[in-house]
């Protein structure tokens, strides 16, 4: 559903998968917002966060 994730280094590791939501919500739109889903050692997801560059 989500798509492709994106090949980029920002926030990317080993055990996640980043994709890009665009820019940042709110008044003063400066940073960009990224969906990182983190995986277990079963490549399960268990953590999901929002994160801002």
Known sequence: ML???IEM???KED???VYHLGME???VSID???LVI???D???ADKV???TD
């Open 25 to 27: 919500r709110g008044l």
């Open 15 to 17: 055990d996640n998968i």
């Open 49 to 51: 966060e929002v994160v």
């Open 9 to 11: 280094n920002y926030f």
């Open 42 to 44: 079963n490549r399960v």
């Open 38 to 40: 983190h995986l277990d």
């Open 32 to 34: 960009s917002e990224w």
């Open 3 to 5: 798509g492709s994730n």
